[in-house]
């Protein structure tokens, strides 16, 4: 692997190189090779349509199940308020950034068409729930980069509410720090450690150039024995 200097001077050249050039597999072997083998977020997160392409830094918010919208008799005041924080972390996304969300269970939805409009407003890079979205049509129609479970109605308002943002979180053993990139296709939704951030996508640029290497002299005849003794990749 290449120990030269990034080919991007900011995470918006960085950003554009995934898209155009990477998908979500290859970063992922890369990480593997570093030691980094649990990274993947589970398979049933998907995207909403299948060309969605998420790529950004997380911007984490967890969320908690509740069982009335608003609750009289609390000793904490954040029950006291309908969906908690999630108003504020909301217009807290700032460019490029996720919104990445867990805590709750699949009851219900956490992200819709009316948060989606806003995130587009904040120049926000897409959504990755821990389970279910709803709205779908409205999203797929202002195409903004949704991955969850899949569409279902039922509101979390009376049912969950953000507690906290901005704050470490994990996804069924896989950690997420605020600002770790999270890039998603239909193949997957990967969280890329901000400390091997450099190394895992300089590794998959290298590694994709060279596959175009390899998908020539397979075309032209060369066997999988051969080419992997050649190249190193398959």
Not at 2 to 29: C, H, Q, R, Y
Not at 76 to 105: Q, R
Not at 190 to 210: C, N, T, Y
Request: hydrophobic residues 40%.
């Amino acid at each position: 692997m290449s120990n030269t200097k990034p080919l991007w001077k900011n995470d918006d050249e960085l950003f554009n190189i995934a898209k155009t050039e990477l998908f979500v597999a290859l970063v992922g072997d890369i990480l593997d090779k570093l030691g980094y083998e649990h990274q993947f977020l589970p398979p049933n997160i998907k995207p909403l349509q299948n060309d969605f392409v998420v790529i950004g830094r997380a911007m984490t918010v967890l969320e908690a199940d509740v069982f009335e919208e608003s609750s009289k008799n609390t000793k904490n005041p954040l029950m006291k308020k309908p969906f908690g924080l999630m108003f504020e972390a909301l217009d807290s996304l700032s460019k490029n950034e996720v919104y990445i969300c867990t805590g709750s269970s699949p009851n219900y939805a956490l992200w819709g068409g009316l948060m989606s409009t806003r995130a587009i407003k904040l120049e926000a890079a897409g959504a990755v729930l821990h389970g279910w979205s709803r709205d779908t049509n409205e999203i797929l129609k202002l195409d903004f980069p949704t991955f969850s479970y899949g569409g279902y109605a039922q509101d979390q308002g009376p049912r969950g509410k953000v507690i906290d943002y901005r704050v470490p979180i994990e996804i069924e053993g896989t950690r997420i720090n605020p600002g770790d990139i999270i890039y998603g296709d239909r193949d997957g939704v990967l969280v890329v450690p901000k400390e091997v951030e450099a190394k895992a996508f300089s590794g998959a640029i290298e590694k994709a150039r060279g596959e175009q290497l390899v998908k020539k002299a397979l075309e032209s005849g060369m066997s999988t024995v051969e080419a992997f003794e050649k190249f190193g990749i398959m």
